[in-house]
């Protein structure tokens, strides 16, 4: 029947618009790309990142405790700071802000070896996950990481999809490849905005940045809680001190603060309260991995992945190397007392 006819045509015909289009837009690998609906043939990185052996956790003997978040994930910095001594370690993922208090001093009962606890966060969560209460009964036990020995890759994957992407993400990725953004626009849970110069990063449109909107939660930060949260984290360093414990908090800066000196437009005027700046007044062990990233954005190539909230390889070895120095610092101090 000639209907029949046409309804098959008509449908090997999109199945057909579809799976070229997915050549084209090339399966999605990063954060940004899959939340705000770009293509990684726009943002996917191109440039090649060095080869770096991941280790795996040591549960037995570490002498460092790690407590992180999605930037902790993978064992990556990690692996760099276990490349540069005699540091073993070992690292859950942050869960239960109200218990961490009690979840650091009790530490020494399961691992007896632990010398440091480094609490890692995004910048963005700082306020959520320290400006809180913290409980003085409950106590939650978590499962170490699970991490299988491997070589981080150099090269960025593109392979033919197995299947087609979902439907909407090729229409909106399609739509997005041909907008001309001139300024900061929203596409799902990502921003995409301008700047002022190509080349930091290796993806064809270099002179655009994604970032994730969760970002924007800084702009409604107050000072107070600041203080507050920081004056939480006091309390618990001296409590893991008389546990015989050193606490080192390392907030990672948001993508959008790190690349802010290059937005066209400044994404958060008036100024938002600058955490590393009140650790420093509060005397906190910290690593100030702002200074250190900014520092070396304009001469390290994605740094941060283009297409991702997250580092390339090159991040997370400069996070392990600000890491290493840190201990090593502190090391001395305490030496010298």
Request: aromatic share 12%.
């Amino acid at each position: 029947m000639p209907y029949i006819k046409y309804f098959l045509s008509t449908g090997l015909l999109t199945i057909l618009l579809f799976f070229f289009l997915n050549l084209f837009l090339q399966p999605l690998s990063g954060d940004l790309t899959r939340l705000g609906n770009f293509s990684e043939n726009d943002f996917g990185w191109n440039a090649e990142q060095p080869k770096l052996a991941i280790r795996g956790q040591d549960e037995i003997t570490p002498n460092v405790i790690v407590l992180g978040d999605s930037f902790s994930a993978g064992n990556v910095w990690q692996s760099e700071v276990m490349m540069k001594g005699e540091y073993r370690l070992l690292t859950f993922q942050w869960d239960n802000p109200e218990n961490l208090e009690r979840w650091i001093i009790s530490l020494k009962k399961d691992y007896p070896t632990t010398q440091y606890v480094i609490v890692e966060t995004v910048e963005r969560a700082f306020i959520n996950r320290f400006n809180t209460t913290q409980s003085t009964t409950s106590y939650i036990k978590l499962t170490p990481q699970k991490t299988v020995p491997h070589y981080t890759a150099s090269k960025r994957v593109i392979e033919v999809p197995y299947t087609l992407a979902d439907p909407r993400y090729v229409i909106g990725a399609t739509i997005n490849a041909q907008r001309n953004f001139s300024e900061t626009t929203a596409s799902g849970q990502t921003f995409v905005s301008p700047l002022n110069r190509k080349g930091l990063f290796s993806n064809k449109r270099s002179d655009l940045l994604l970032y994730y909107t969760d970002d924007n939660l800084k702009k409604n930060w107050r000072l107070d809680e600041l203080k507050k949260g920081v004056s939480n984290i006091k309390r618990m360093q001296e409590s893991a001190k008389r546990s015989g414990i050193v606490l080192i908090i390392a907030v990672v800066p948001d993508k959008s603060t790190t690349y802010g000196g290059f937005f066209i437009s400044p994404q958060f005027v008036p100024q938002i309260p600058d955490v590393w700046e009140e650790l420093k007044k509060q005397d906190i062990n910290h690593i100030n991995l702002k200074n250190t990233l900014i520092s070396s954005v304009d001469k390290t190539q994605d740094l941060y992945l283009p297409n991702d909230t997250h580092f390339s390889t090159k991040g997370f070895m400069l996070m392990g190397n600000a890491v290493v120095q840190a201990l090593k610092e502190i090391h001395s101090i305490g030496t010298e007392k």
